[in-house]
């Protein structure tokens, strides 16, 4: 029986997208981890960030920072200081922390910006 080219072509345009489709949609996930159970509570864990550098709490959030799920705080400590405050979400210990100064803080919040833009 004879098959049209058109037929057979089209067959393989079908199979490459529905392939790219997957692997996109499979990239995608891997990008957005989800959060897991945490051990701690984000008001224990801020608890613990505000012993560590008394202020003001400007913002927190939960998010994975190298394959490791931490909150991260930043406080204002002074008038133009604020202390970024990262704290494990499994065991509640105090991860890393570190001073900036506005100007500082303001070019962390745009990159942060972009990365979610690309998401």
Excluded at 65 to 90: C, H, L, P, Q, R
Aim: hydrophobic fraction near 35%; glycine fraction near 6%; include cysteine.
């Amino acid at each position: 029986m004879y098959k049209p080219k058109g037929d057979h072509m089209h067959r393989k345009i079908t199979t490459v997208f529905a392939f790219a489709t997957i692997v996109t949609c499979g990239a995608f996930a891997a990008t957005t981890a989800k959060p897991p159970h945490t051990k701690i509570t984000m008001a224990q864990a801020r608890a613990t960030a505000l012993k560590k550098a008394p202020g003001t709490v400007k913002s927190e959030e939960l998010e994975n920072e190298k394959g490791k799920w931490i909150y991260s705080f930043d406080i204002a400590t002074s008038k133009t200081g604020v202390t970024e405050v990262n704290v494990d979400a499994m065991n509640g210990k105090i991860v890393d922390v570190q001073h900036e100064n506005a100007a500082k803080e303001a070019a962390e919040k745009k990159l942060e910006e972009k990365e979610k833009a690309k998401h």
